[in-house]
Nanobody
Framework: VQLQASGGGLVQAGGSLRLSCAAS????????MGWFRQAPGKERELVAT????????YYADSVKGRFTISRDNAKNTVYLQMNNLKPEDTAVYYC?????????????????WGQGTQVTVSS
């Protein structure tokens, strides 16, 4: 599976961005998907995940109520809607996929990584 993230950019605090992760090579219909982010000098951290069926989602405490993860298996794409962005959300955002029919809870569960997309939030 190849994962292509897009949608990053520069936005003012309080603004919104929608990240997309388009998969190719095979269907992601049986894969849990997620978004991680890495700020300069910091560890890569989990932001949000969604199970293969879309019936269960997880959000880091820092983004709860502001970010929404969703997926469209027909389009083989996962999204991250980011609202009320804060300067501390500035990071490179990476999409990721688990192995088939596995949950995605930590970096150790990631089987496929996409390239990152830069999100910069100005104050």
């Amino acid at each position: 599976v190849q994962l292509q993230a897009s949608g990053g950019g520069l936005v003012q605090a309080g603004g919104s961005l929608r990240l997309s992760c388009a998969a190719s090579g095979r269907s992601i219909g049986t894969y849990s998907m997620g978004w991680f982010r890495q700020a300069p000098g910091k560890e890569r951290e989990l932001v949000a995940t969604i199970t293969w069926s879309g019936d269960s989602k997880y959000y880091a405490d820092s983004v709860k109520g502001r970010f929404t993860i969703s997926r469209d298996n027909a389009k083989n794409t996962v999204y991250l809607q980011m609202n009320n962005l804060k300067p501390e959300d500035t990071a490179v955002y990476y999409c990721a996929a688990s192995r088939s029919m596995r949950y995605l809870k930590t970096k150790d569960d990631v089987y496929y990584w996409g390239q990152g997309t830069q999100v910069t939030v100005s104050s």
